[in-house]
Each structure stands twice: as C-alpha cells, then as structure tokens.
Antibody, heavy 115, light 112 residues
C-alpha cells in the first residue's frame, strides 16, 4: 500500500524554525514529484510547495517563498520542508502528497507558531 | 494565480437524494498537452483529504460509482447520485494545470 507519514510538527515561537519530514513507502518515490499542502485551523487547503522527481526544481507559494525550502532524499524515500522565520499565520496542519495532482495524502503534522 | 470558485459553500442534502457542487476557474484549465488537470477531493471530519476524481471525470480507485465528475474549460461539476451518511464532509476542487496549484474554498456537505 502507498503510505505517506509526516513528522516533525510542534510548537515553535515566532521567528523560529522547524523541519518537517515525510516518509514514503509502497511506491517508486523517485518517480514522482511531491507536494506540501497546509490547512490552517478551521480553514481550507493551501498549496505550499512542490519538488520534481530528482529534486532539481522547486516551486513555492508566494506566502512562503524565501522562508521555506522543500527538498528530498530519494535514497531514503523522504521528503522535507525546512521552515524558517515562522509566523503565526503559518500555524496549520501540513500534509505531504504524491504528485502535483496530490494522491494520496499523509495524515498531516500540526505546526503551531505561538509565543 | 488561477482562482477557483465553488458553489454552494454549504450543501444540506437528504439521505438518498442527489447532490452537485460546482467549481469555476478564472481561466481555462486545458493544458498545452491537451489534458485538463482538474481534481475533486473529499475531506471527512477529522481526516486527511482524499482525491475522488482526477482529470475532470476519472474516479480514483475505491471511490464509489455514485460520485461522478464532469465539465470542461472553466466549468466543472461533482455529482453524487444518491447521498449516503459517509459522504458528510468538505469537498474541494483543485487545478494543477497552472502554477501554482490552487484550491476552491470548499463545500461543506451535511445531512438534513
């Protein structure tokens, strides 16, 4: 079965950093682009970033550009999101998803930015 | 960015009755390769989103055939032929033809 498991969320102060991970299994990870999507409490879905199959191309939402970095390690079947200069408005559940058409999704990891 | 506009935002439905959700994009979603990268997602309460429909009308594996997608260009529809209790949740449209990928606001389906 295809599975995506996020980790690394938690409580962080404004201006702080956090690194999210997404462990993939059940499919050929290096053959798919990967996506991060977030959902603020009680709100809708917001695309955050995407990385292509070999990690050579990354795309970001304007709201996170310059602060977040998406990366991957195909040898470890893992996707990452390095989040710096965090703001209160970055508080959300962060999901990883396979492909630009996003299927399937992981269970999500909650990031809370608060003092 | 492509704006995705869903309607209605709230959809009360009687069990066994049909339901439909509309999604309109601010520009055509036909890609230069001829495909239309338009998807529908379901998010049940307390769960992660799950894709139901991809490329306008193709059902994902395991999705009941009471769900169907239609449309073209800028206008798309998700139809549930007979609503069941397990269909309660929020439904999102999403386009992946143009960067960045964008989602609709979500339509909350509830049982009357």
């Amino acid at each position: 079965d295809v599975q995506l498991v996020e980790s690394g969320g938690g409580l962080v102060q404004p201006g702080g950093s956090l690194r999210l991970s997404c462990a993939a299994s059940g499919f050929s990870f290096s053959s798919f682009s990967m996506t991060w999507v977030r959902q603020a409490p009680g709100k809708g879905l917001e695309w955050v970033a995407n990385i292509n199959e070999d990690g050579g191309k990354q795309y970001y939402a304007d709201s996170v550009k310059g602060r977040f970095t998406i990366s991957r390690d195909n040898a470890k079947n893992s996707l990452y999101l390095q989040m710096n200069s965090l703001r209160a408005e970055d508080t959300a559940v962060y999901y990883c998803a396979r492909g630009i058409n996003s299927e399937p999704w992981g269970q999500g990891t909650l990031v809370t930015v608060s003092s | 960015d492509v704006v995705m506009t869903q309607s209605p935002l709230s959809l009360p439905v009687t069990l066994g009755q049909p339901a439909s959700i509309s999604c309109r994009s601010s520009q055509s979603l036909v890609s230069i390769d001829g495909n239309t990268y338009f998807n529908w997602f379901q998010q049940r309460p307390g769960q992660s989103p799950r894709r139901l429909i991809y490329k306008v009308s193709y059902r994902d594996s395991g999705v009941p055939d009471r769900f169907s997608g239609s449309g073209s260009g800028t206008d798309f529809t998700l139809t549930i032929s007979r609503v069941e209790a397990e269909d309660v949740g929020v439904y999102y449209c999403m386009q992946a033809t143009h960067w960045p990928q964008t989602f609709g606001q979500g339509t909350k389906l509830e049982i009357k």
